[in-house]
Structures are given as C-alpha cells and as structure tokens.
C-alpha cells in the first residue's frame, strides 16, 4: 500500500527518501487558479525540489499534470422527497447546506471540455484556464532546470487501456465503486441514480442521458436534443466523476508520487483510490501522497471555487507560509 505524507512535516520525510527522479502526479480541474491550486501545483513541488537540493540531491521529478477536462463543469445533486422520489437540485442551489447524498451526482450541463469560454477568447472554458495553469506551473523549471513538466488534458487518455476499463466497469456496475465510498459516506443505490462517468452527445454536447457499455460499443440516448449515439469506446468523448479518474491516470504513467489537496485527504479519498485501484487492476498502489495543508480564509471557511469565496495570495508570500505552518491548516489574515 501507498503512505501518506501529512502538511511541512510530511514533505520533509518524502524529501530524505525522494532519489530525484521520481514520477509526480498532480491533477486539477480547468477552471481557476486560486492560492490552494497554487499551493498543491506549484508552492509544494517547489519547496519538495528545494528540499531535495538542499541535501545533495539533483531534483530531476517528471512531472505529469492532468488538466481534468472530462470532469462536470456543474454538478446536480441528489435528493428525495417523501412524496415524489428522488429528484436533482443544482449545485448552485444549495451552497449554503449539506446536501444527502454527496457522491451521487451527475453533470449540471456538460464537462469543461465543452463548457463554452465566458472570455470569448478560447474555443472552451477548459483551454480559456489551461493556459493560465500553464504558465503558472512552468516557473519551476526556473529554478530547476532539469525536471521536466508533462500537461495532460483527460480528455486525451480515455482510449487508453487502463481508462478504458475503468469506464467499462463502472459505468456497468457503478455500485463496485458505490461500495467502497459507502464504507466512509452514505451512497444512494437506487437504480439510475449513481453515476461516476457517462458518454456526452456527440451532436449537442450534453452529458444529459443515459449511457450503455457493452463490449468496446457505447450506446447514449439524449435527453437534450433526442438523438441516439451508438459508436466505438475510443471515439466516445465522456464525463468523469474525479473519483474515478485518479486511479488510471497512476496506472497509465506509472506514478511514484502524488500530491493532492487536504479536503480530499479529510473526505478519505486516498483508501476510496487505494481500494478502487486494487478493484480495477488487481494489485495495491504503492504510490506515495503528499497532502498540503488546508487553507481557511479570515471567515474561517475552508476556501472553494464551488463556494465562490477562492482567494489568490502573493507566491512569495505563500512559501513562506508554508515553511512556518507546522500545522494542517494556513488560516489567511
């Protein structure tokens, strides 16, 4: 099994074990950039490559960053009225409550690959942002030279063999991951009501519809513009639940290394992984994560684009920080 490095203390120890040339894994969705993007994405490399300098050690990390395309660019949540059944309520709707069930979900629209650009000045949200993202990322090899930087978008990998059985698999029986969020957070099993990835609609771009897997064919019926989609796995754009997209992309670039942000630690989405890699490929990750800690504004709310309340913070400003943080929590002032 993998180990989890915890915040300042946590990066120390991966740093004395780090030889220098390991395969990093960072993902992020295509919308924004606010300090804890900037932490997760740049601050923390910089400070792990920093670390392995200073004792002794060439920082030579290959660097994969997924630009996570394929995730909803708006989510509807699931709830249920004594009355009527379960129906969807829109994310936007209920920002200020706990919603029932957190993992049953499904795109409010689409994913940000086909989220139109507000700017006007890309073809989709997702290459409006991805370029930001870009640039922020790219200043490491300013100050080391010789790691090497890999985007990603996720669009680009599910034709491969191990997202392909990913998709195959869950999308046929959804309840095998259903299972295993169940063990930590109330799921909903009623039919047709638990979704961790979908085809969208190759004439509209909805991911409004049900999806069919049987062999390499996939089937989708809209629900937006009615047409019916019958065509080859590889040639089937999709949405995934981030849930879902972890556990392939450490499998297709073989990762040793894997920072993600402290709300995913707190939710217990690295034994959801670990154990959702065991089910899909037969074998236990060895992958170690490196968790940053959480940033609460001045409010004391944690920070979110989904709650509209993300701050940017001076870079400089923020290394620092990090450095006297020896706890799990930054708390801006």
Not at 113 to 135: F, N, R, V
Request: include cysteine; glycine fraction near 6%; charge should be positive.
């Amino acid at each position: 099994m993998g180990k989890t490095y915890l915040c300042w203390k946590g990066l120390q120890q991966v740093a004395k074990e780090a030889k220098g040339d390991e395969r990093i894994s960072i993902g992020i969705r295509p919308y924004g950039f606010h300090a804890g993007n900037e932490l997760t994405l740049f601050v923390y490399p910089w400070h792990l490559c920093n670390l392995v300098q200073k004792l002794g050690k060439e920082p030579k990390f290959t660097f994969f960053i997924s630009l996570n395309d394929t995730e909803p660019e708006g989510l509807k949540y699931l709830y249920e009225d004594s009355t009527t059944g379960y129906y969807y309520k829109k994310e936007d709707l209920i920002l200020t409550e706990e919603v029932p069930f957190e993992y049953n979900i499904f795109p409010k629209n689409t994913s940000f690959q086909y989220t139109t650009d507000p700017e006007g000045c890309c073809k989709s949200m997702a290459e409006h942002w991805s370029k930001l993202i870009k640039q922020k990322v790219l200043r490491l090899k300013k100050d080391f030279p010789l790691i090497n930087i890999t985007f990603i978008d996720s669009s680009s990998t599910t034709n491969t063999p191990a997202y392909k059985k990913a998709l195959k698999l869950i999308i046929s029986r959804p309840e095998i991951l259903g299972n295993i969020v169940n063990e930590y957070s109330k799921v909903c099993f009623e039919k047709d009501w638990l979704s961790w990835a979908g085809a969208i609609c190759p004439n509209c771009h909805s991911a409004q519809g049900k999806t069919t897997i049987s062999k390499e064919t996939v089937t989708f019926e809209c629900e937006y513009c009615g047409q019916s989609y019958s065509g080859d796995i590889e040639k089937t754009s999709f949405w995934m639940h981030h849930m879902l997209l972890l556990a392939p992309r450490l499998k297709l670039f073989n990762i040793d290394l894997f920072f993600r942000g402290y709300d995913h630690y707190s939710c217990n989405h690295i034994p959801i992984n670990e154990k959702l890699y065991k089910e899909l490929y037969s074998e236990h990750p060895k992958v170690k994560t490196i968790v940053p800690p959480l940033i609460i504004r001045p409010d004391g709310r944690k920070m979110s684009k989904s709650r509209s309340n993300e701050k940017t913070i001076n870079t400089q400003k923020l290394k620092s920080l990090v450095e006297n943080c020896k706890g799990e929590k930054i708390v801006l002032k």
